[in-house]
């Protein structure tokens, strides 16, 4: 509960919102008469993300919309992550990849090759995905037989 004096709502709220709390209950002479509460979403401003609910139940309401908030920012992060990897299936496109997001690749497994293309891109190796593509390829850098593939990046 913020209870600091001499300050207003609105910069109450603009504190809370820069500092990462996700969910907003703001509870006004008005809601207390009518046994209600306003949360607002962080991810979703505005009129859009927030809600008045009954202080009956708040608990069960509370815990819903941040399970809510958790798949929300979850589903973006995730669409981002796909909008912004190319499977890039030969080096002038990974290259291009790694200058804008990350590139999936397959790697023959030998550090020379990872180290090559950190020299040569900035790009480092991120992961090697546990859920692999079935079969093998040939290796981004070196062409040799390679078994997985990793995802590459620059790191900022
Ligand atoms: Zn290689």
Known sequence: MDEREGMSPG??????????????????????????????RRDRPGKEGKAFVPQQGIAAAVAQRLEEIQQALYARALAFRKANTVDAAEYGEF????????????????????????????????????????????????????????IFAKAY
């Open 11 to 40: 910069f109450k709220f603009n504190d809370w919102e820069m500092r990462g709390v996700p969910l907003r209950m703001e509870l006004g002479p008005k809601d207390v008469a009518k046994g209600s509460v306003v949360l607002a």
């Open 95 to 150: 290259k291009a990849a790694v200058e804008k997001g990350f590139a999936l690749s397959w790697w023959c497994g030998a550090s020379d090759c990872e180290a090559k293309i950190k020299e040569e891109t900035k790009a480092t190796m991120r992961c090697i995905p546990l859920d692999q593509p079935p079969g093998s390829g040939k290796c981004i850098y070196c062409g040799q037989p390679a078994k997985e593939k990793a």
